[in-house]
Structure formats: C-alpha cells, structure tokens
C-alpha cells in the first residue's frame, strides 16, 4: 500500500492521481464521521473516546438492570422467565421461520454472481490466513457450547425418543422427543437424536452468523459505515441510524453481548468447577469460583491487550488444536467404525430431517420445538450480535463466497464430525456397554463421566477442563473488543482503557451475580433479545442483498 | 550522519504533533535526508478515512504539505491492520526496516503512571531497533 509521491529524477512532488490499491467498492455518501459523536477525554491520565449517548444509556441500563436483579431476585426471575417462555411459546414459530429465513439467503448467496463480491473492495487481501481466520470464528462461534451439548444433547434426545410419544389428557404431547419419536427403535432414535442435534449445531447458528457478519462486513468494509450494528439499517434508514433509531440497536446489542458474556462467564465457571470438584476433588466452593473467574479474566485481559493477531488469534489457534486432538482421541479409542460410518448416516439423517425439524408450522412436538429448538434459536440470535461483529472484523479480504462457504458450510461439517464422535461414543457406552453413568450425570459432568470410561482419563479430563477455561477466554476477549467497538461509536481504534475496562467489566458483574444470585435470571434476559434481534437480523438479510446488488464483482 | 528519517503520523491527532514536526524539518534540513511519514490506520472506517485507501491519499497530502514547508524529498506509507491500537508497536518497528529509515522521530507524550502497564509506544520501539529514535515531548 505504498505511494511513493516523490518522482525519481527530482525532488518535488508528484501531483499524479492515486491509483485504488483496494480496488472498486461502492462507499454511501454520508456526511456522518465516525466518531463524531463520541467525547474525548484524560481523565486521571487515562485516554477515553466514547460514543457518549451509547456509553451511557448501555451502562445505566445494565447497572439497572443488575442492581434490579440483585435486589429483587426473587421477583425478577419469574418475569424474566415468564417472558422468554412466551416467546418460545408462541413466537417459536417466528425464530424457527426467521432461522430459515438466514439459512436460504446464506446458502443462495453462495451460488450466485453476489458470491464474487470481495469484502473490502475487490483487490483488498485477506488480514488473516486460513487457520488463524477459522479458529477465531469457531471459538467466537459455539467452541464453549460443543463442551457441555456434545455428550449430553444426543444422550438426551436419544432417551426421549426411545421414550416413543406419551399424550397428556388434553390431548397434547407431555414427551420431549423430536418429531415423531422412535418409541423403542434404538436404530431410529439413534438416528433421530443425532439429526436433532446436528439440526441445533448446524446451518441455522451459523446461518444467523453469517447474516450478521456478511451485512456488517459489507457495509463497514465496503459501503465505509462504523462497524456497529446500526450499520446495516443504513439502507431502510438512512441518515436516521445516526440518531435514536441507531443508538437504541447498538444499546440492545451491547446489552445483549455483555450479559449473554457475564452470565455464560458465571455459569460456566460453576460447571468448570463442578468439573474441578469431580475430577480433582477441588471443592467448588465460592473461593474457587470466584478464583476462576478472577484467572479467566486476567488471561482475556492479557489477550486483549495484545490485540487480536496476537491475543485472540493465537488463543483460538490453541483451542483448535486442544479441541481437535480431542476429538481424535475421542474417535480412535472409541468405536471408530460406529463414528466413521456415524457421519455419513448422521449427515444423511440430519438432511432427510431437515424439512420437518425446521418446519415453524403444524408440528407435534410442541415440546421439543419450543422447548428446545426455538430455545437454541433465540440463544443463537442473541448471540448472533457479538459473534457477527467479531467475524466481520477478521473477514476483510474474503470474497462473498469464501465467507458464507467458510462462515456456513465447514462450521456445520465441523459440528457433524464433533457431535458424532462424542454423542455416539456416549451412546455407545449407555447401548452397547451398558454404562449408565453417562446417562445418569449431572449435563454439565457428562462429558468427564465419558470420558472417565475412555482409557487415559486423567490426561483427556484435564484437556476437557482446560478447553472449557479456553473457550471462555477466547469468548470473553473477542466480547469485550465487540463491546468496546460498539460503545465507541464503531471505531476500533479507540484508546485500550477502554477494552480493559469492559474485560474487567464482565468479571466483576460475573462475581457479584454468582454471589449475589440472579445469573439464570439475567441470562434469560439477554435471551429475550433474541426477539428484537430476529428482526434486526431479517432487516440484514435485505441489507445484504441490497448492499451486495451495487458491488462492483472480483474477478 | 541520517539519511532517511521516519516519521509515525496519527492524522486524528495532528495538532499533538505539531512540536515533533518542527524538529523532523529542521534535522531533514541539516543532514540532508529524506523524509517518510508512516500511518497507522485502522481497516475498518475510522475517524479520518473509511478505506485504508482514504487514508493514504490523507497522509499523501499531508506529506506533500509538509514538503512545501521543509522542501525535502517526502514519501508516505501507511499500514492496515485488523486492531492497529495492539499492532501498531510491532507495525512501526517493521516499517523501520522496511523502509530503511536511520532516524525516528515521534511525538510522546509526558511520562505518566500508566506507562507501567501500557507503555508508550515511543519507548518500546526505542528498545526494539537500532536506528536512533528521537522522542519529541509536548512543550
């Protein structure tokens, strides 16, 4: 990216015209600078430029709404919980349809001339290679969720579809199994319950994902807009995202990512303790949670100091390789021949299920839809918010098709291979070893008790809990660069307080709701967005597709 | 004694570097060197530019600006990066050899406590090359 401006005979200066080194994109004319809402101050000697109205209405509404949670824990909970399950009552249909919605576009796109596009404008060249790139999705992704789901998802749904159907007596089905069941067919609940719960892992997170990645990528990199989730409103509303309607998006996904982070931060720390306790006899008391959390953090804080090329990306990188060393211990002592075979009958299962699973309308399993699936559904899209921007950021210099084949196709590929190694190995053990253990384990202990029954326990158990603390560090520092970017009005240049700030934000918040109590309420809060977000996300999908129609196409 | 003087320019703070600028005209006057000013920017739409590609025809003007007040042979470069506030240490330090600069003259500011955790990025790139590095404190 070099201009040299000084002509080689002479030594005055060229007045030549500046060649496009990042090639032909189409920036939106707007007179709005980045950052020109933001206040800039020293206080104490410490470098702040924040975007003033989001800042504040996102701190008092968290503050609010924790300190309202602390207080009033036992009046809180119920609200929050009675709010999320009429949403998954009675708009489950709408996550489901709109997780369709993403899906398609996503998968469209991919075929299309749109696919050419390149993020960045059309000569723009990658900021990361493929490794580093895809370990920092993954782990921003779902890395955390495979821990505890891998073992106990499949268990879970293959028990209540060999459990067959059991109707209440009004007539509505009280059993949680997918779809129809498989009352005592042990060869269809298998393949029901991996279907069920590729179907969760698969193309509709990472559908939602690419959604919320590809629209902000394009109009950050491309259009030249802040990277922050107002941005792709830009095409329905115009110069108005920089006003009420603009700050209100960014506050709702900072409230979003920061409790969906916290509470994820609070829980997990209880089940990594829990693990600690069953496997070390460390007992889980509140000294060790709190300790844990205190090291999380610390660790993240490191990484975000270091930034993400050598922070973010290098801990992502080590979890990769954690996580895939586990899953070939996983598949060569466990039944190899049952896994190998496993994914390809598992990825014609979740195929031939596909249709129904996702079908939002007219369907019987009231239960397992709602309950389960419209539950990931609005998690996912909670969650979408932070893992969309954290993608878009490294994504630059990747065309549209690389991005959603890399963003859609090999995550889901990914969690085919991971679901099928550890749900048939568990299963395995409860069907054919008659090993109950597994099946009888708290969820959060189910992987370590199969583990248990593997050979090399100490080793795979202390790689399984050191994954777990990693994937939360990755999680927490990919978070808190979201959340300092949003709150800053969408540069990422901001002063690093800031991203210290939010870092030591989310361990303290983490401490005193685990102390306090009041996580699963607040965790249930942050869910509860996944409704505004569905739109937000729909909203997306046209802004992709507008955006994109007016790119100048790669070569 | 220097030849090429490299020079760090943040365009969103500019009148921070006013100090540092005077001095960079006066050593280019008297050994003769030639000037490159380095920027740092961001690749996602920041405060001065919303490419990379906007940024380097900022600090191309700058630079050619600056030519006209000192006369000596100016050349601008800038860098991408994904999180330049992390990177922009380990950027500067490569650029120096990239470009062959002997001399760095950069705008600090006053030291302060934080320093300890974060140090200043004049510092580390002090400790981190062998050109001479010149660090101008604000008057």
Known sequence: ?555 | MFKHIMVPIDLAHIDVLEPALDVVADMAKHYDAKITYVGVTSNTPNSVARTPNEYEQKLDAFAQKRHGVHGQPVTAKVYGSTDPVANLDDILVNAIDEIGADLIIMATHLPKKLDAVMPAHGGKIATHTDASVFLVRPH
């Open chain 1, 1 to 555: 990216m070099e201009k040299n401006t000084q002509r080689p005979d002479d030594d005055k200066p060229s007045s030549e015209g500046i060649p496009a080194p990042e090639g032909a994109s189409n920036l939106i004319d707007t007179d709005y600078v980045i950052g020109q809402d933001n206040i800039t101050a020293s206080p104490m000697g410490i470098d702040v430029d924040l975007h003033g109205k989001v800042f504040l209405f996102s701190s008092i509404v968290i503050l609010l709404f924790v300190i309202l949670t602390l207080a009033l824990q036992d009046q809180m909970e119920p609200i929050f919980n009675s709010m999320f399950s009429f949403l998954t009552t009675n708009l489950g249909w709408f996550f489901i349809l709109g997780a369709n919605v993403f899906v398609v576009l996503a998968i469209v796109l991919i075929f299309t001339p749109m696919g050419k596009v390149r993020i960045g404008g059309a000569d723009a060249k990658p900021d990361f290679g493929y490794a580093g790139w895809f370990s920092m999705l993954f782990a921003a992704g779902m890395g955390i969720g495979l821990m505890f789901y891998g073992v106990s998802e499949p268990l879970g749904h293959y028990g209540t579809a060999m459990g067959g159907i059991s109707m209440g007596e009004n007539g509505i089905r009280t059993d949680w199994a997918p779809l129809g069941a498989a009352a005592g067919d042990q060869a269809g609940a298998i393949d029901l319950s991996m279907a069920a719960t590729i179907f969760h892992w698969g193309f509709h997170p990472w559908g939602a994902y690419a959604i919320v990645g590809l629209s902000l990528a394009i109009f950050a990199f491309n259009k030249g807009l802040p990277l922050t989730m107002r941005s792709i409103f830009y095409p329905i509303l115009g110069e108005r995202i920089w006003g009420w309607p603009g700050h209100c998006i960014d506050i709702l996904a900072v409230f979003a990512t920061l409790f969906g982070l916290t509470t994820s931060l609070g829980i997990g720390a209880t089940q990594a303790a829990g693990g600690l306790d069953y496997l070390f006899g460390i007992p889980s008391g509140d000294t060790t949670l709190v300790l844990l959390i205190l090291g999380i953090t610390l660790v993240a804080l490191g990484s975000i100091l270091l930034g993400v090329d050598k922070g973010v990306q290098r801990l992502s990188q080590l979890n990769m390789v954690l996580a895939a060393l586990l899953l070939l211990f996983v598949i060569i002592v466990g039944p190899t021949l049952m896994i190998a075979t496993g994914v390809v009958d598992n990825l014609i299962g979740y195929v031939t299920h596909l249709s129904a699973l996702s079908m939002p309308f007219g369907r019987e399993d009231a239960n397992f839809s709602q309950g389960w699936t419209a539950f990931y559904w609005a998690w996912w899209i909670a969650w979408s918010p932070f893992v969309g921007m954290f993608i878009a950021r490294v994504s630059r210099g990747r065309t549209v098709r690389e991005f959603l084949i890399s963003v859609l196709l090999v995550p889901t590929l990914a969690s085919v291979v991971w679901m099928t190694a550890f749900g048939t190995t568990a299963i395995d053990q409860v069907v054919n070893s008659g090993i109950t253990e597994v099946q009888d384990a708290a969820l959060e202990l189910q992987l370590f008790t199969m583990l248990e029954h593997l050979p090399l326990t100490a080793i795979t158990s202390f790689v399984g809990i050191t994954l777990v603390i990693v994937f939360f560090i990755t999680s927490s520092d990919s978070g808190s660069l979201v959340i300092d970017s949003i709150t800053a009005g969408g540069k990422v240049d901001a002063p690093k307080p800031q991203r210290i700030f939010w870092a030591l934000i989310e361990g303290a918040l983490a401490i005193a709701l685990l102390l306090g109590g009041g996580l699963a309420a607040l965790q249930t809060a942050a869910l509860t967005t996944g409704l505004p977000f569905t739109l937000v996300l729909l909203v997306g999908c046209y802004a992709i597709v507008k955006g994109l129609m007016s790119e100048p196409r790669a070569k």
